[in-house]
């Protein structure tokens, strides 16, 4: 474990040293540090010629041999499973010949850009909005995966919102070319070919390695350190002159430390935390208290967060996110691996891409003694409470294959309660059956060994895979539990481990009678609604203006936690709308019951069975976290 370095003026950039394969690529495509010496797209962005808030964007193209060429946006990208329509975003697209002369550009029935006379392409030019105040209705992209420009303070660029392809030609090579500031640097794990005081150049060698590898240009707040032989770089994103990455850093350390204890071998030797820290004033930014996190790629993972000079709920996160590296950057489907911007197809395996790397979040937590075990049960019973939202069957195989249905879109958070749910008890059947010899990880290992990031898997062949590597026992689960559409044995498997489950029970609540109605995605138009018993005297439609004379605002949504989550003999004032007329109402909690389904609880007087299988399966030995028998945790 290294120690943390801020990184002095000027040293923004993330210059990683390549892995020796992607080296071997990049010879393979023939790109040098001064251009494209073969077929391949050369971007050129100026971050100083931002004009009404839009970008201009330039790509020099390689030649086509084709009448009739579509200049490809993405629909979506690998890793957000949910729509984008990033041609959305785009503005006054232009296809010019070598001697700049203009081509006929029409709109295909998606909204791609068609042109014709295409042999004679050369360049492109279009103008381009940011997501972060993007208010069409149609989409809500998640903020990690968003774009930002931010006059001459902070640009962020998924490429997957800036940059296109000429459908066909997506496995060519990207030279990106941006101007800048003097003051703004740039960070990013693509590979950087040249920098200078104002333009930095780099590199990927297609268009799906130039999505995976988003790059940022700020004021420089870097920092980084090493973990296992894996050099990490941390970069903050922020206007102000504070330098807090550093602080950052050790948090970051801390949770990249204890994943290098956890797992048996780091699968990459570079990666890149970048986290745009929004500091509520910079740009309004839609939605902006529900974007809150992070989006994967294979050597990085873009953050937005809340501006605090300390990192404040950062660690369950970045461990999710950095153990990515596992899955899918080395175990993945070809609908990945070849995946289709235009027309996606999902794969069905999302229990694994993000269920499992859920559950390694928080295992790896526990055993590096980062987390407890307390809190580790309590993020299984809470895991549990997602069932309450699914139908009676329910299949993680088809959820994930059909993932972009607007009816799998309001599902979609479900895959990070019941995918590390299924995990866990995957976990126990391999601990069980093997006497303890093989957990879940080691079973990712073999994967990994077998296919790697250069070898995707067939969707419908994975489970025979998986079955040839454990037991017909264990294909059977996959195949009745994933594929099929039968809820989770939590009954059955769960008291193997001293946990208890009750399907639904009686359970005494603190309320003040106040509910949503509705979703709630704007804080200055909350609406509530009355429950039973109601002590605060709330009216269906009213409109919640404050709590406790604060008015709500995404700075402070503490009041809404202490309205839902009341303690006892707790009293409240709300402020609400009535009518055209702004009342105060108050109250004090009061008891009621409630029917409480999917209850996990423990065991009292846990068997030495019990307790042997539950060791293995959290610390991946029958002595527990200090290596001796373990009692069960306290709450």
């Known amino acids: 474990m290294g120690k943390v370095k801020p990184q002095k003026y000027g040293t923004g950039y993330f210059c990683l040293r390549m892995r020796h394969t992607f080296i071997l690529l990049l010879l393979q495509i023939s790109i040098t540090v001064v251009g494209l010496a073969g077929p391949g797209y050369h971007v050129q962005i100026d971050l100083t010629s931002l004009r009404h808030d839009r970008l201009a964007v330039t790509i ?3 030649p086509v041999a084709i009448d009739t060429a579509v200049f490809v946006f993405p629909v979506t990208v690998p890793g957000t499973y949910e729509p984008h329509l990033w041609w959305r975003l785009v503005h006054n697209f232009a296809a010019f010949d070598a001697q700049g002369s203009p081509l006929p550009v029409t709109r295909s029935a998606d909204s791609q850009f068609v042109i014709g006379q295409a042999s004679r392409l050369h360049r492109v030019r279009y103008d381009l909005d940011d997501s972060f105040d993007d208010e069409d209705d149609r989409v809500t992209i998640f903020h990690p995966t968003g774009t930002s420009f931010q006059g001459d303070s902070v640009f962020v660029f998924n490429h997957g919102g800036v940059v296109g392809y000429i459908e066909g030609y997506q496995r060519l090579p990207y030279l990106v070319s941006v101007q800048r500031p003097e003051r703004l640097y740039c960070s990013t794990a693509l590979p950087v070919t040249s920098r ?14 130039l999505v995976d590898g988003p790059a940022v ?7 980084s350190f090493q973990v296992n032989g894996v050099n990490v770089q941390v970069a903050l994103i922020h206007p102000r002159d504070t330098l807090i990455a550093p602080a950052y850093a050790k948090t970051l350390e801390k949770v990249t430390s204890a994943i290098g204890a956890f797992l048996p071998s780091m699968p990459v030797d570079r990666y890149a935390f970048l986290i745009y820290l929004w500091d509520g004033d910079t740009v309004e930014v839609k939605g902006a208290r529900m974007g809150q996190g992070a989006l ?13 000079s300390k990192p404040f709920g950062l660690e369950s996160v970045a461990a999710h996110e950095f153990l990515h590296i596992l899955l899918p950057l080395n175990v993945h489907s070809r609908e990945i691996d070849e995946f289709n911007f235009r027309s996606p197809q999902m794969s069905a395996h999302l229990w694994l891409y993000e269920g499992v790397t859920e559950y390694f979040a928080h295992q790896a937590l526990l055993r590096g003694k980062a987390s407890s075990e307390s809190r580790f049960i309590r993020e299984v019973k809470q895991q549990a409470r997602s069932l309450n939202v699914l139908p009676d069957t329910f299949s993680l195989y088809t959820f994930s294959r059909n993932v972009l249905t607007a009816e799998n879109q309001e599902l979609y958070p479900v895959i990070y309660e019941i995918g590390p749910l299924n995990a866990l008890l995957m976990d126990i059947q391999l601990r069980e059956e093997s006497n303890g010899q093989r957990g879940l990880l080691e079973l990712v290992y073999q994967l990994m060994e077998r296919y790697g990031p250069a070898h995707p898997f067939n969707d419908d062949e994975l489970f025979d895979v998986i079955e040839g590597m ?3 026992a264990f294909g059977a689960y996959c195949r009745t539990y994933i594929r099929d559409r039968t809820l989770l044995p939590l009954n059955e498997y769960l008291p193997r481990i001293g946990l208890t489950y009750t399907d639904s029970t009686l359970a005494d609540r603190l309320t003040f009678g106040v509910a949503f109605s509705g979703e709630m995605k704007d804080l200055s138009n909350v609406i509530i609604e009355p429950t039973k018993p109601n002590p605060l005297g709330v009216q269906a439609g009213d409109r919640l203006v404050a709590i406790d004379g604060k008015e709500l605002s995404s700075h402070s949504p503490t009041g809404l936690r202490k309205l ?3 303690e006892k003999d707790q009293s409240i004032s709300l402020s609400v709308e009535r009518n055209g007329d702004v009342l105060e109402l108050s109250g004090t909690a009061v008891t009621t019951q409630r029917v409480v389904r999917h209850v996990i609880g423990e065991v009292d007087s846990p068997t030495a069975e019990q307790v042997r299988l539950r060791n293995l399966v959290f610390y991946g030995n029958s002595g527990g976290a200090s290596g001796q028998t373990s009692r069960p945790a306290d709450h």
């Open 470 to 472: 454990t037991s017909p």
């Open 196 to 209: 200078s005081t104002d333009r930095d150049t780099y590199m990927a060698g297609s268009y799906d390695e």
């Open 296 to 308: 994967e790629h294979s050597y990085s993972s873009l953050y937005f967060w809340r501006y605090t």
């Open 217 to 223: 240009f700020a004021r420089p707040d870097t920092a």
């Open 60 to 62: 020099d193209v390689p």
């Open 564 to 566: 839902f989550n009341p």
